[in-house]
């Protein structure tokens, strides 16, 4: 067990089901906005970080709970905010039974290009979610 972390594209909330129960991709070509079903950009193995940051922004949004299988869907402010984060090193301390340890810099260039990516999803019309599992 440890904390497996989700960025995926769609085009309405609450298809993490189906990101997770084998569904097939209608077109996995990101130049391709009629795709319908969900595509993964990002997957982390215990960036305990940056499942803190997502955390944080969860609970601002009013959400309360332990943050374990809830989606969260990501705006442009967020990856803006985020990139900042990442690029000045401010990620915040987490820490977690399953999380494992401080990976931000191991990360680093993954979690921009996951950034560049999930923009250029929201330009093309698609929606942008986090989901964890720990």
Do not use: C
């Amino acid at each position: 067990m440890g904390l497996d972390m989700y960025a995926y594209a769609a085009v309405k909330q609450g298809q993490y089901r189906e990101f997770y129960s084998g569904a097939t991709y209608v077109n996995n070509e990101p130049e391709n906005p009629s795709v319908t079903q969900p595509r993964e950009l990002a997957y982390w193995r215990k960036h305990p970080n940056l499942h803190g940051w997502m955390r944080q922004l969860w609970n601002r949004r009013g959400n309360e709970g332990s943050f374990n299988g809830d989606e969260l869907e990501l705006f442009r402010e967020d990856l803006d905010n985020l990139e900042q984060d990442v690029l000045d090193n401010a990620l915040p301390q987490t820490s977690g039974f399953f999380f494992g340890d401080d990976s931000a810099e191991y990360y680093r260039a993954q979690d921009l290009e996951f950034i560049k990516t999930a923009r250029y999803e929201l330009f093309m019309g698609m929606r942008v979610f986090y989901n964890s599992s720990w």
